[in-house]
């Protein structure tokens, strides 16, 4: 008897350490197909945020990715009130730029990105391999997509959300994601409905983000603020080392 | 009866937070119903990472010809309330502003730029509007895409305070303003090194008569920044012969999700050529945390002086806390900020709490509503320096302002 539970408990450790050495993999797969190692990334951003109730404002940017050295710079270009307005990231730090007064402030903490849904983090590699495990697993039909839905866990507490369920499509792009703050409560749901090819990686073309909390009632029925990220002339042409500098914000800026 | 009313409104309110996310997600699902035939049709050979459809980067720096920008604003405002808490008095005031201002840019190169601005204001005593000041006008020159010149007349500051708590002290170059510079910015280390020498027209106009710009009357300033981990350090100095020598550093971090920075400055104010030296000392803490519905800001300051070894002034304490809803309500945004400062060893208490709310109610025109009140020793900091523009202590201040980018 004592055999077959010594058998059983060391089947249940071995299909475990399998399936988190599968899920550690999928992670990455996900991770290398969006991210730029080896090359520098640049493409126009055009952010809408749609306030119910308010309006919709219309952010427009430039951004440059070196994802080797963790670094990425975004100019505004639109709205004139704010063009000129800059973050560089460097490591974990990020510059932020305001031409009126000629003055970068460093934060780590400012997570959204121009008062919009996105969050700065939205504009960086994709790191889930290293902020997150596998802990749960299952298949769904995602409109045309068949697809595997990950359930993840943050490992450290530098993440903005510690749970979240992405749906991953068979060409390993993920499609939606739900993030989930430390109770459980739904935050944000992504969807990327359309990517670009550029090499061999892929870059994010169109992207939907609705706060699961912010909203107001519009006509007696309530709307989520969304904001719509397009992306467009993605390229991994080089971009020079200047451009991931303060001095290359002052010299662009208005 | 009160018990079942009750039980009707949480299942009221748990059937709302359960439908939101759920029409949310069947709207997200819709998207899904055509594939993205971008990647389905195996364009991975197609798509060349080299492309020609790419960001301008030139465009960003060069330009064709000189590109003109301005700005407009105008604003009116009135004010009223309590002169003083020992009377009843009330008073009331109007005001009106009125800016503009003009900017000319010109990028003939990667490596070269020109750029001046000017700007006036009305001044409301006599409605008369005054020459343009040249606000900036300097050059940029890019050596070898490595490093950044800036020559002439130039706006900069340091030091990592927020200006609308306690008015970053920790900037050592507050005597900037309207100076005439050279900047220079080497890339070193994660981020880099900023060189600095500057003069200005204050000093050489009436502050010492017989000063005459050169080399051994000019500023001399610098700054330096470098990131480990999630942590960023920062140090500048600045001296200026026989008038002021500063030194600055801060550490920067984030902490449960939010900003933290320590800065200490130290300045003698005498360039190290007084005797007994005398030495200004100051520590300033900060916070910056966000979330998706307020922005939560707060700073304590503390500054002493020293001479020769003995405090010669009392300490002072200043504390600041900020609250700004990232959110709009019924249109408004509104925010607070609490001020409290606690001079002379703890012994003069005073401080100031703002509450305040915009909106827009037309294309480019914003109403602000302002309510400061402020408290305790007459002599106090926050009593003599209140938001009120005729520094009562308990006033409402409305404001339309229309302002336009030209």
């Given at each position: 008897m004592k055999k077959y539970a010594v058998i059983i408990v060391g089947l249940i450790f071995s299909v475990a350490g399998m399936f988190a050495q599968s899920g550690s993999d999928i992670l990455a797969e996900i991770d290398a197909l969006v991210s730029f190692s080896g090359s520098d990334f640049s493409a126009e951003y055009t952010i809408t945020q749609d306030r119910p109730g308010q309006g919709t404002t219309v952010t427009k940017t430039v951004m440059f990715r070196r994802d080797d050295e963790d670094k990425y710079l975004i100019l505004i270009v639109e709205p004139s009130a704010d063009r000129g307005k800059g973050y560089l990231k460097i490591g974990n730090n990020l510059w932020l730029y305001d031409p009126a007064s000629r003055r970068f402030t460093v934060t780590s903490a400012r997570d959204r990105f121009q008062n919009s849904?996105?969050?700065?983090?939205?504009?960086?590699?994709?790191?889930l391999a290293d902020d997150y495990r596998v802990v749960g697993q299952s298949r769904e039909q995602l409109g045309a997509y068949d697809t595997r839905v990950l359930e993840l866990e943050a490992v450290t507490d530098q993440v903005a959300y510690p749970f979240m369920k992405i749906w991953v499509d068979e060409n390993n792009l993920v499609r939606k994601v739900e993030d989930y703050s430390l109770s459980r409560q739904l935050m944000r749901t992504t969807a990327i409905p359309r990517y670009a090819a550029v090499g061999d990686r892929y870059v994010p073309t169109q992207i939907l983000i609705i706060d699961a909390l912010a909203g107001r009632n519009v006509n007696g029925q309530f709307r989520n603020e969304r904001t719509i990220i397009t992306v467009e002339k993605p390229s991994l042409n080089d971009v020079p080392d200047l451009v991931f500098t303060q001095a290359y914000l002052e010299r662009v800026s208005e | 009866m009160k018990f079942r009313a009750a039980f009707i409104v949480l299942i009221l309110i748990a059937l709302v937070a359960v439908t939101v996310p759920l029409a949310a997600q069947e709207d997200v699902d819709d998207?899904?119903?055509?594939?993205?035939?971008t990647v389905d049709e195996d364009q991975q050979a197609e798509s060349d990472a080299e492309t020609d459809d790419a960001v301008d980067i030139a465009a960003l720096t060069m330009r064709d010809g000189p590109q003109i920008a301005g700005t407009f604003s105008a604003t009116a405002a009135v004010s009223g309330g309590l002169v003083d808490w020992t009377s009843a008095d009330f008073g009331v005031s109007a005001y009106a502003l009125m800016d503009t201002g003009l900017s000319l840019d010109i990028r003939p190169s990667s490596y070269f730029r020109f750029f001046t601005s000017v700007s006036t204001s009305l001044n409301s005593e006599d409605l008369d509007l005054p020459m343009f000041d040249i606000g900036e006008l300097f050059v940029d020159y890019t050596l070898a895409d490595a490093v950044f010149f800036r020559l002439g007349r130039q706006s900069l500051s340091w030091g990592q305070g927020i200006n609308e708590l306690l008015g970053n002290p920790g900037n050592v170059l507050e005597d900037f303003g309207g100076s005439t510079a050279l900047k220079a910015f080497l890339p070193l280390g994660t981020n880099g090194l900023t060189l600095l020498g500057y003069g200005n027209p204050a000093w050489y106009n009436?502050?010492?008569?017989s000063l005459t710009p050169g080399a051994d009357t000019l500023a001399y300033a610098s700054l330096y920044e470098h990131s480990v981990g999630s942590v960023t350090l920062g140090v500048s100095g600045k001296y200026r012969h026989d008038t002021v020598a500063s030194a600055e550093a801060y550490v920067k971090t984030v902490l449960s999700g939010a900003d933290l920075v320590i800065e200490g400055r130290v300045d003698s104010n005498d360039g190290f050529s007084a005797d007994p030296l005398g030495y200004d000392y100051l520590a300033l803490t900060g916070l910056f945390w966000e979330n998706s519905s307020v922005q939560l800001l707060a700073e304590y300051l503390f500054d002493a002086s020293v001479t020769d070894g003995a405090l010669v002034r009392s300490y002072d304490h200043r504390f600041a806390l900020g609250l700004l809803s990232s959110t709009r309500f019924a249109g408004w945004r509104p925010g607070i900020r609490w001020f409290h400062a606690a001079e002379a060893g703890f012994t003069r208490h005073s401080g100031q709490l703002v509450l305040g709310a915009s909106r827009g109610i037309a294309p480019r025109l914003t109403i602000n509503i302002g309510l400061p009140i402020s408290y305790g020793n007459e002599s106090g900091y926050y009593m003599q320096n209140s938001d009120d523009p005729s520094g009562r202590v308990a006033s409402l201040v409305i404001s339309l302002t229309l302002e336009e980018d030209l």
């Open positions: 849904n996105a969050t700065n983090a939205d504009f960086t590699r994709s790191t | 998207l899904f119903s055509i594939p993205d035939e009436g502050e010492i008569s």
